[in-house]
């Protein structure tokens, strides 16, 4: 049963550039969340969501920042004009249906460096 | 704003001593959650604790959730280096579906 899929690991972008970042959740995992990590500090959450559906947006910047999940394929964290300052590790969770203690399960983030 | 404020942010000890790492917030979390965060990995989850007064053990780790359910802890008996890494508690607020994060505690143990 493999676990919480990201690619790529490591992206570099120029300043201007859009960033992807792809998650796939554990199989029947039907929830995704999206934290970002900035060096030394803590995970903050940025999105929930379910398939073809944002149910919590409020960790995300109004601008450049966008994701989705949809009903077939991975889920998307997308930035567009990268800057400087979304230099971070992003992580993807997901969690089952029923997960009614919320317990998510971590993929092994993407870095993004923006140079 | 909820807040999680987790302490000592860094601990270094020999290995053999025992340890214990708090998260306390103001407000009262529907469950908590603790992870081990390696370097370059993402976090593994630890454990899960959602009743007040609970006490979870995993080999040398034991995990506790006040009885109002508004603090954790961790201890770690007999600490290893092995045990080295990044601990981080999250607490879920009135089943919202995010996790709020502490700060972290990064711990070495030296051998």
Not at chain 2, 22 to 47: A, I, K, T
Not at chain 2, 94 to 109: A, D, R
């Amino acid at each position: 049963n493999a676990g919480v899929m990201q690619n790529p690991r490591h992206l570099v972008r120029r300043r201007g550039q859009e960033a992807r970042l792809r998650c796939s959740p554990m199989k029947g995992h039907s929830h995704v969340y999206w934290y970002r990590q900035l060096p030394e500090e803590g995970l903050k959450f940025m999105v929930y969501l379910q398939k073809e559906n944002i149910i919590d947006e409020s960790g995300m910047p109004k601008e450049r920042f966008s994701a989705e999940f949809p009903k077939e394929g991975p889920s998307i964290l997308r930035i567009q004009q990268v800057v400087r300052g979304d230099s971070a590790a992003y992580f993807c969770a997901s969690s089952p249906p029923e997960a009614g203690y919320n317990e998510q399960f971590f993929g092994p983030g993407t870095r993004l460096t923006v140079l | 704003t909820q807040l999680l404020e987790q302490s000592p942010q860094f601990l270094s000890i020999q290995e053999g001593e025992n340890l214990t790492v708090y998260c306390n917030s103001s407000s009262v979390f529907s469950s908590l959650q603790w992870y081990r965060q390696e370097p370059g990995e993402g976090p593994v989850l630890l454990v899960t604790v959602v009743t007040g007064g609970e006490v979870k053990k995993l080999k040398r780790l034991t995990f506790q959730f006040g009885d109002a359910r508004k603090d954790s802890s961790l201890h770690i008996t007999a600490a290893q280096p092995g045990d080295t890494g990044l601990y981080l508690c999250a607490g879920v607020f009135s089943n919202t579906g995010k996790l709020i994060f502490g700060q972290g505690t990064t711990l070495q143990v030296k051998p």
